[in-house]
């Protein structure tokens, strides 16, 4: 299993763009939520472990079950920056290198913008 960091980091970038032209504040923090996956319960618990020894705050793992029935783990490895483009890179690449040490999948980043954040 190898993440491709080019396409990941170039989807990194196209969010950043969205999310500036859409209007968000480059100088605010947004709670960035990185995606990683895997069947095996034990590989993604040592990718959990590597990202909090690099100071991410990682939820704890939820199961799933596919369409066709088999069971992955999930969790979100969450930071608190800035939108700014060579910020993401760079946990992008951080991410995606344990990914790929620890044999899972990095599905990118998602933060919250909009309704949520005019509830507020």
Do not use: C, P
Not at 26 to 53: G, N, P, Q, R, Y
Not at 89 to 111: F, K
Request: hydrophobic share 40%.
């Amino acid at each position: 299993m190898a993440n491709n960091l080019n396409e990941l980091i170039a989807q990194s970038d196209e969010t950043v763009a969205a999310l500036l032209q859409d209007g968000a504040n480059a100088m605010d923090k947004f709670t960035i939520e990185h995606h990683l996956v895997s069947t095996d319960f034990t590989k993604l618990e040592k990718a959990a472990v590597e990202l909090v020894k690099a100071g991410y705050h990682v939820d704890d793992a939820d199961e799933f079950e596919t369409d066709d029935g088999a069971r992955i783990f999930a969790f979100v490895a969450v930071s608190e920056v800035k939108l700014d483009a060579d910020i993401l890179r760079m946990q992008t690449q951080e991410i995606t290198e344990v990914a790929n040490i620890t044999g899972v999948d990095y599905d990118g980043w998602g933060t919250y913008f909009g309704e949520d954040d005019e509830e507020e």
